[in-house]
């Protein structure tokens, strides 16, 4: 809701369009191709928390592929957020702590008041229970798997909604998107739940969870459309850990059509969407498009 009001207060009302999705409204930003010749429609899905019309978004990269004929279609990613499976139990153990920490000052006040009374009798002071709260299960997992499925449902419906517009246009279907929101499409056209695209960009993609970012290599594999994979050293931990092993799984499955690049330059938005543009050009020329 509030994601949806900042896009609103953020540009003109004609500049954007919406459709319904269970009941709720989605706000989108479609943008047509500047030539002559229409190339396809390129959907374009940012990473979780990332505002569409925002310098972090994809909208500099939209302008940058509208010049060489593609209507952009600018979706957001959803909103369902990644739950630390630890942190109800490092809650529990910080109450009990503060619990402990209490009995010790009232223990403390009656040795106080023992003390003045007679200084022979009083007994010592109990110290507190010191609880080491293993953190480390926070490398392990940290997204709930009621909400990875309900965020990979709500992607499906997204994507599933906006295909039907697209059929407005002639040319291919592109997906490019980037961060935990290619992770998820990854895993969702490796096991076929929606309609295959022409080709997939995927931008720096990961997980914030160990369980799942090990198999992401595994479903960028397995995935049955031509695959542009790119990275850069600006990637953050989760991502910069499967880049190779990106690249090994899809030399394993004699994977067609895959290529990986590194987006080198500065990590500014402008200059590096228009690097962004220029690979996804290269590779789909490449392919004869």
């Known amino acids: ?28 930003i479609l943008k047509e191709n500047t030539t002559a010749i229409t190339r396809g429609v390129a959907v374009m899905v ?3 928390g990332i505002p569409i019309a925002g310098q972090e978004g994809f909208t500099a990269l939209a302008d940058e592929l509208n010049k060489i004929g593609w209507v952009t279609i600018l979706l957001p990613a959803p909103e369902t957020g990644f739950i630390p499976a630890i942190a109800q139990d490092a809650t529990n153990t910080e109450d009990e702590t503060a619990e402990a920490a209490a009995d010790v000052a009232d223990v403390a006040d009656v040795a106080d008041v023992a003390d003045v009374a007679d200084d022979d009798t009083a007994a010592p002071i109990p ?12 490398a392990v997992t940290t997204i709930d798997d009621q909400a990875f499925l309900q965020h990979e449902q709500q992607l499906i419906s997204l994507l599933q909604a906006v295909l039907e517009k ?12 980037k961060g935990t929101s290619a992770a998820w499409l990854s895993k969702i056209y490796a096991e076929k739940q929606l309609d295959i695209p ?17 198999r992401l290599p595994e479903w960028i594999a397995n995935t049955p459309m031509p695959v542009l994979d790119l990275y850069s050293g600006w990637d953050n931990g989760w ?23 590194e987006l080198l330059g500065f990590n500014m938005h402008l200059q590096q969407n228009a690097y962004i543009g220029k690979e996804i050009y290269g590779w789909i020329s490449h392919m004869g498009w």
């Open 46 to 48: 940012a990473d979780t």
């Open 166 to 177: 697209s059929q407005e246009y002639p040319g291919f279907f592109l997906v490019i998107s």
């Open 1 to 28: 809701m509030l994601k949806r009001l900042d896009i609103q207060r953020g540009v003109f009302s004609d500049a954007y369009q919406s459709f319904t999705i269970d009941d709720q409204q989605v706000i989108y």
């Open 239 to 261: 991502a910069q850990k499967t880049v190779a092993l990106r690249e090994i799984a899809a030399i394993k499955a004699l994977k067609l059509q895959y290529r990986q690049r």
């Open 127 to 138: 110290s507190a229970p010191v609880e080491d709260v293993d953190i480390s299960k926070s």
């Open 198 to 214: 022409d080709a997939f960009v995927a931008i720096s993609p990961y997980w914030p969870d160990r369980k799942h970012n090990m």
